[in-house]
């Protein structure tokens, strides 16, 4: 004898994407609405003027704007680049660590080799280590996913200690100076392995993330490559029985993942801030699973999911001083938006119906 579950949850037949869209879009604004009277609640201060101080914190000025715009290319470049794992279910967690071994690598050459050779070789050998340290990061989990099927998920998280371990040790022996536990801006006078700026400070990596997401979205939906990563991620045993190598399918998207992740660092440390820390990644890793998995792994709605979150964190900053409210603040907002979006994914892939009997079964 059992009982019967109250409820029935079975899939959905797909959705049109004019219709997905406009029920997303009509959540956010829901999801808005209620951050508002939370607002109002909590803190009695008009929820349009915290509305309106966050958008100030993040499009104010014609810095904030971008900054805000190069943190969101920063945070869709991390999100591309762990996509085609996460297509080929394959959860890749360790896009933090693989974001920062890159700028390990990058910071490595820009101080051992700045004062040996000429700029453009600094900045190319960077380049290449960089790529090359992201995609040994990205193979060893896959290489044991592939082997001995270990957890990739604990795996690749475990990577990301290492990493940091990794900085940490090194960033020690570079400080500047001894003692500071810092290294602090690399090659400031000679500026040797730092990348040019086009026109100004911010669009370097607004360009990289903008040639990304073309490059992702025809790889994954038009290269035979991106097939086989589908077919993957749907069954492993209907791949192999068209006769596709996953082993090899595997290790060669995760080492893909991680030389992408790489550039990520590459272009941090070289290009952004000109230097190291084990808190320079600041997260974003961990964001960036957010990112793709709301987005469906889209990369265009990735660029709007991206905007959402930097927004909201840029304005935290100018809500906790202009308004005099705790800096977590706009944090809440933020978790109450995430709430809505991941239960609307959920209600748009699946259906809920109430069971017509709710007796015992023999």
């Known amino acids: 004898m059992h009982k019967q579950s109250l409820f029935h949850i079975s899939k959905r037949e797909a959705l049109p994407l004019h219709k997905a869209l406009l029920i997303r879009g009509g959540i956010i604004l829901l999801s808005l609405v209620f951050c508002g009277l ?134 020690i022996v570079w400080e500047v100076p001894k003692g500071a536990g810092k290294i602090g801006i690399i090659n400031q006078t000679t500026k040797a392995g730092w990348l040019p700026e086009l026109g100004n400070a911010y669009m370097l990596p607004i360009l990289v993330a903008a040639i990304m997401t073309g490059v992702i979205y025809i790889y994954m939906q038009y290269s035979k490559h991106g097939y086989e990563i589908a077919v993957v991620g749907e069954s492993q045993r209907t791949a192999s029985y068209a006769g ?79 308004l005099g409210l705790n800096h977590s603040f706009a944090d809440i907002l933020t978790g109450i938006i995430l709430f809505f979006i991941i239960a609307t994914e959920f209600f748009i892939t699946y259906k809920v119906s109430l069971r017509k009997s709710g007796k015992k079964e023999g």
Request: aromatic content about 10%.
């Open 38 to 171: 939370v607002t109002t609640v909590l803190t009695g201060e008009n929820p349009f003027s915290v509305y309106g101080t966050i958008l100030d914190g993040a499009f104010g000025t014609s810095r904030r704007l971008g900054v805000t715009f190069r943190n969101v290319a920063i945070l869709l470049g991390i999100s591309l680049a762990v996509t085609p794992a996460f297509k080929m279910r394959f959860w890749n967690i360790g896009a933090e660590g693989q974001v920062l071994i890159g700028c390990l690598a990058t910071t490595a050459c820009m101080i051992l080799l700045g004062d040996k050779i000429p700029n453009i070789l600094v900045i190319l050998i960077s380049l290449i280590a960089a790529l090359a340290a992201g995609a040994l990061w990205g193979f060893l989990p896959a290489f044991f996913k592939a082997k001995w099927n270990t957890n990739e998920t604990l795996f690749t998280l475990m990577m990301n200690y290492v990493a940091t371990q990794l900085s940490a040790f090194f960033i």
């Open 244 to 322: 596709i190598k996953v082993d090899r399918v595997i290790i060669r998207t995760m080492v893909l993942s991680g030389a992408l992740c790489s550039l990520i660092g590459f272009i941090l440390t070289s290009g952004v801030d000109h230097t190291l820390t084990t808190t320079i990644v600041d997260g974003r890793g961990f964001t960036a699973v957010m990112v793709s998995w709301m987005s469906k792994f889209n990369p265009f709605i990735m660029i709007a999911a991206s905007l959402l979150l930097v927004t909201m964190d840029r304005g935290a900053t100018e809500v906790s001083s202009s």
